[in-house]
């Protein structure tokens, strides 16, 4: 049961620090389980404000939490966030300088320090795990957990030691979260946090105002022009597998008089984010880009979302897609699909060890058959996260426009490469 006096102060320190009138969905009850010291499992879609659930309880309690994060650019993020509404926050890494890193170390143990954020390949040296020891740790929050699963789509391997580390701290509460939980990824997260035991807050990952569509991939470019076209003055995102073909759409779109910029890790920094700025800023309709673009990035007004290669999980799919139509509005999602493309991505797999391969290619065949199957696009996502849906959702091609059934030749393709 909420206590009414922490409700109230939770309150305030939401609006006082975060600037929000309101708690989104579960937030609320997530952040008194976390100050109850029950452990967490929150899955929760991207941008449904997991990060909160963390930091508002880590500023409430006495010491410092720890956030474990598989990336600097996102642990940097959130540190710059939180200094800026004066919340003492920093990450701890192999960038920092001797004095930076005393400064950490000495913040954590004087328990100034509300939040440290940390990978787990730094989690794991001797040297930060005999500080922490000494520390007052508040609890453990694991964000992208899905990192710990090797059913995940960017499975590490140091996140698997994060149990025995949080144990070798102390017995400390876990809050766990993710956007990406499969049963499968649940559960394989679930066993090897321990946390069977565990809260859990798990929210539709169902994106009503999101159309599916997926096209056969012959003709694509000229399909892709008059699509575009067809969507003038609209913000939108083009995912393309190879940063040579991010390159070839980009000017593709260009001399057919389509406002375009190319974005992928290989252009410098500097170019990725004035093409970045001009998206957001809408001096260009169109980004095209690898899957390097997007996280952390928050156009609430992109209109459509076109893979114009397939992508390499479902997960992927969700992610790449859920960027569209955040403010609610219309969001189209467009895939052209060819089977070739999907051979073209398990031959990326050849040269992974053969957990990694078997697990690669599994959630390839998730992708083909979601590709095929003629029946509702939105259940079969819905259903791969765990969600079921007694009716078609009446808004997809299948609901729409039922042609093709099941194309069994497909998956022979597939099953011949192996
Ligand atoms: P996630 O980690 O689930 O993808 P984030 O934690 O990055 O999501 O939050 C997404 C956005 O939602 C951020 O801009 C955040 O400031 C905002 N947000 C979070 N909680 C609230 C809230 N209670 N009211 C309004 N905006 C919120
Ligand atoms: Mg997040």
Redo the contacts with the bound molecule.
């Keep these: 049961q909420l206590d009414p006096s922490v409700q109230v102060s939770l309150k305030e320190k939401?609006k006082d620090i975060?600037g929000?009138s309101?708690?989104?969905g579960d937030?609320e009850a997530i952040i008194h389980n976390i100050l109850a010291g029950i452990n967490s499992f929150v899955i929760?879609?991207?941008?449904?404000?997991?990060?909160?659930c963390y930091q508002l309880p880590a500023i409430s309690s006495e010491g410092t939490a720890i956030v474990i994060s598989p990336l600097i650019a996102l642990m940097k993020n959130q540190v710059d966030q939180m200094n800026a509404f004066g919340i003492n926050a920093q990450f701890l890494n192999s960038t920092l300088t001797k004095a930076e890193m005393s400064k950490v170390k000495k913040d954590t143990l004087n328990g100034t320090l509300k939040l440290l954020y940390i990978a787990p390949e730094s989690l794991t040296k001797e040297e930060n795990l005999d500080f922490l020891k000494k520390a007052n740790i508040s609890f453990v929050a694991i964000d992208e957990a899905h990192c710990i699963s090797e059913w995940g789509h960017d499975f590490r391997p140091e996140y698997r030691k994060i149990r025995g580390i949080i144990d070798n701290i102390g017995n400390l509460p876990v809050i766990a979260?993710t956007?990406t939980a499969t049963p499968k990824v649940q559960l394989d997260i679930q066993k090897n946090l321990q946390m069977e035991d565990a809260h859990i807050y798990k929210t539709s990952f169902n994106r009503k105002n999101l159309y599916y569509e997926i096209r056969p991939k012959a003709d694509a470019k000229k399909q892709l022009i008059r699509y575009i076209k067809n969507n003038k003055g609209k913000s939108g995102i083009v995912y393309c597998l190879s940063r040579k073909m991010v390159e070839e759409i980009a000017e593709l779109l260009n001399v057919n008089d389509i406002k375009a910029l190319p974005y992928h890790a290989g252009l410098d920094s500097q170019t990725r984010m004035h093409n970045q700025d001009a998206f957001l800023n809408e001096d260009v309709d169109v980004v095209v880009a690898t899957i390097a673009f997007g996280m952390g990035i928050?156009k609430p007004d992109v209109r459509f979302v076109i893979h114009y290669d397939a992508p390499k999980s479902l997960e992927g799919y969700y992610q790449e897609t859920g960027r569209a139509g955040r403010d609610g509005l219309e969001g189209n999602c467009l895939m052209f699909y060819s089977i070739d493309d999907i051979v073209k991505l398990e031959k990326f797999n050849k040269d992974k060890s053969v957990t990694e391969r078997d697990n690669a290619r599994h959630l390839l065949m998730e992708m083909v058959s979601y590709a095929n199957l003629g029946v509702c696009r939105r259940r079969q996502l819905l259903s791969y996260f765990g969600e079921y849906q007694d009716k078609d959702c009446g808004f997809c091609d299948n609901c729409m426009k039922p042609t093709e059934k099941f194309k069994a030749q497909d998956e022979i393709v597939l099953a011949l490469q192996a």
């Design positions: 939401l975060f929000f309101q708690f989104r937030q929760m879609p991207t941008g449904a404000g997991k990060s909160l979260l956007a928050d």
